[in-house]
């Protein structure tokens, strides 16, 4: 594997042979260094979205909170640093005394009103659901204890 002084190097024979300049500042070696970084980000979490592969390097970016809480607005603060979420679950007790994860099912803002009030789309422990409203995510049903989100 290359070491950052490498790459260093590398885009400083780049920037040499296309006459940009001697070397690079650290701040321009930075620039390009993100660039890159996220370059294989974007490649990488795009196979994630589209085959739910997930590569060591995307790994790194991963993490997972967990909110322990019975709460009464059923909702909370999206961490800081998230940039998609993989996937947002619960526990389910089950009626023989088993549980189970569950993943919560994402619904459009647009809808959220309609799937609030209806009795047919009702959401259960068994079948919750959630939104995102800018930094905060609303789920029902709101007694869920533990939320676990999964996120990049």
Known sequence: MASVNDFKNFTEYVSNKNQNGNSLTVSQF?????RAQMQVFEKDRAIFLAKNIMSDFLKTFADTIVYNKNSVIGEFVMPSDLEHISEIRTYHLKKDGTGIDVEL???KNADWGKITASSLFEATS???KYSEW???V??????ENI???DYF
């Open 105 to 107: 099912d994402e619904v």
């Open 147 to 149: 939320i676990r989100v």
């Open 134 to 136: 800018g930094s905060v």
């Open 126 to 128: 068994r079948f919750p």
């Open 138 to 143: 609303r789920y029902i049903p709101k007694n």
């Open 30 to 34: 930075n620039d390009v260094a993100h």
